[in-house]
């Protein structure tokens, strides 16, 4: 039986990683840059969750050991491209909505990374609770930039980088606690391909 590449998990797993310190640089700069154009912060993101949406994807894809990180990016990764290119493509019509979609993206990643805390639990991962304080702190990041107590543009985009910065800390952590590559893992038709050669023997 012919083992399972790990290159796709590798560069999911590498991917995951290095969009977190993307995440977490953005952070800080539009904390410490709050007066930083909107058409940058728009070309940025747009930008930032194509790239994350195509790493999803590959992760959902890789079939990693425990399938936890990956389990919900075929639909999260699709969805965070189609905003990624409608803010990139048109900044100037996707501005007004854009602080209210990263707050629901971040939001709706944080309840999908609550449930991976959850099964991490089950899989016996003993920083399972890391996870789920810090979907936890996202979630309330991301509620808070969706309702806005403010409509200062300086406040939201502090606010915005607050976010991506517990976001970014997110990913990392789950990226590096969950994703386990093993070299010489098999296709998940191995217990098929046994049961067939079972029947055959009978």
């Given at each position: 039986m012919k083992v399972r590449s790990v290159l796709p998990m590798r560069i999911a797993k590498i991917g995951y990683i290095v969009m977190s310190i993307i995440l977490l640089f953005l952070g800080v700069l539009f904390i410490t840059s709050p007066d930083i154009s909107m058409q940058i912060i728009g070309k940025t993101l747009g930008t930032a969750m194509i790239l994350f949406g195509c790493i999803k994807l590959v992760g959902y894809f890789s079939k990693d050991l425990f399938r936890l990180a990956f389990q919900f990016d075929l639909q999260f990764g699709i969805l965070i491209l189609v905003i990624g290119l409608v803010v990139l493509l048109k900044p100037a019509d996707a501005i007004n909505l854009l602080f209210i979609a990263m707050g629901i993206t971040l939001l709706a990643d944080s309840l999908f990374k609550i449930q991976i805390a959850f099964d991490s639990r089950k899989f016996g991962i003993g920083n399972w609770w890391g996870i789920l304080a810090l979907a936890i702190l996202s979630g309330i990041a991301a509620a808070v930039?969706?309702?806005?107590?403010?409509?200062?543009?300086?406040?939201?985009?502090?606010?915005?980088?607050?976010?991506?910065?517990?976001?970014?800390?997110?990913?990392?952590?789950?990226?590096?606690?969950?994703?386990?590559?093993?070299?010489?893992?098999?296709p998940d038709f191995i217990e098929e391909d046994y049961f067939e050669m079972e029947d055959e023997n009978l």
């Open positions: 930039l969706i309702f806005k107590p403010s409509e200062s543009a300086k406040v939201l985009v502090i606010l915005l980088g607050i976010a991506l910065i517990v976001e970014g800390i997110l990913n990392l952590f789950v990226a590096i606690t969950t994703v386990k590559i093993i070299k010489h893992q098999y």
